[in-house]
């Protein structure tokens, strides 16, 4: 029997339609490494491209990679879906236009992190004549294109949002920073020149030496937060909605993985240019390997400044006078492992990892007493 290649009346997916007509490779995983994802042309862009598919990518968002190649560019781009970038490799340029016909440039290199504001028009220009430029983008189009189902609309609207401009200085590198606890301070701007550099403020409630800062990209709803995870140690496991694309940025070491009543872990080998997003409530936990930090970035839908759904809110925001869930001890309601509370196991297959790398683990727990 063959299959009908109409589209159903019913059960429609107007993102995933959208992926199939682009004809570019779709690359599925609950982790991938962006180094090894195969591209081809992607002629909307005009340079080469991949969609992935994450296992945990969530309703609202996804991950686009996009590989200039050496003296390539972008052909313009105007979409009203928010997009933030990372460049894994190379170097090169964007500019963005903006509402009242601005145009900015900023040059970025390995480890920068950008913004593309809703629906200003843009273009990136790989900067080497001799090498690739590699980059990533978490873009909500999922959440706008099955609202809206009509591409043109999406892809072809020429309203300018002059409020999504900023300030000058957050196109070069600059940006305003508000503190306003830990775990919930956050960095407004639309330009980071290297993630690998930014300062982080402590966050200790997540574990020992752990730092993180948010950042709020051209007043935007997608949520992107950056995390160091003290050399040799490990944090605190915690779950959320899905869709928060981790992406590796130093260090060495693997996450856990598990829903409520397994038995065994799931687990994630990483290194830099590896992203897995944790399934929706599924417990994830970050076990570094090596002796020197390791950082990474997540970008989701739903951010500090806006979190849009109730579930954001009470993770990222709390109530007021109380603490955000993802600070907040599972005893207690929230949405992370304390320590002592964590399966004895976890600790034992840590120690043991640290014992095969010939690494001093720099974490130790309080012995539980058996009852
Ligand atoms: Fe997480």
């Known amino acids: ?77 105007q979409h009203l879906y928010e997009e933030i970038y990372f460049a894994l490799d190379g170097r090169g340029s964007t500019q963005i236009e903006s509402a009242d016909g601005t145009k900015r440039s900023f040059e970025w290199g390995r480890g920068s992190f950008f913004g593309i504001p809703l629906n200003a028009k843009y273009r990136h220009f790989n900067g080497s004549g001799s090498q690739r430029a590699l980059l990533c983008t978490t873009t909500t189009l999922p959440l706008m294109i099955k609202v809206i189902h009509n591409e043109e609309f999406i892809f072809n609207t020429p309203f300018g949002f002059a409020d999504r401009t900023g300030k000058d200085e957050y196109y070069t590198g600059g940006g305003d920073l508000h503190m306003v606890r830990p775990g919930q301070n956050y960095w407004e701007t639309n330009f980071v020149p290297n993630l690998f550099e930014l300062d982080l403020p402590a966050w200790e409630d997540r574990g020992k030496g752990s730092t993180n800062i948010n950042l709020a990209i051209g007043d935007g709803v997608m949520h992107a937060h950056i995390s160091e995870i003290a050399p040799a140690s490990y944090k605190k496991a915690h779950r959320h909605d899905g869709g928060a694309h981790v992406l590796t940025l130093s260090g060495g070491g693997y996450s856990l993985l598990w829903n409520d009543g397994d038995t065994d872990f799931e687990r994630v080998e990483w290194t830099y240019g590896t992203v897995f997003p944790p399934a929706d409530k599924q417990w994830h936990q970050h076990f570094v390997t090596t002796n020197e930090p390791s950082r990474y970035v997540a970008t989701a839908f739903g951010g500090i400044r806006y979190p849009v759904v109730q579930y954001r809110r009470d993770m990222v925001i709390g109530k007021p006078g109380e603490k955000q869930l993802l600070s907040k001890s599972s005893k207690e309601g929230g949405s992370q492992i304390e320590y002592e509370d964590q399966d004895p196991r976890i600790h034992q297959i840590w120690l043991q990892e640290m014992q095969n790398a010939g690494i001093t683990p720099q974490l130790e727990l309080p012995v539980k007493k058996r009852v």
Do not use: N
């Open 1 to 77: 029997m063959q299959q009908s290649l109409e589209i159903p009346a019913y059960g429609r997916d107007p993102y995933e339609e959208w992926v199939a007509r682009e004809g570019v490779p779709v690359v599925e995983g609950v982790a991938l490494d962006l180094f090894h994802v195969q591209t081809a042309d992607w002629p909307r862009i005009g340079a080469k491209g991949a969609i992935t598919r994450f296992r945990g990518a969530g309703d609202f968002c996804s991950m686009f990679v996009v590989e200039l190649p050496p003296g390539g560019s972008t052909l313009p781009q």
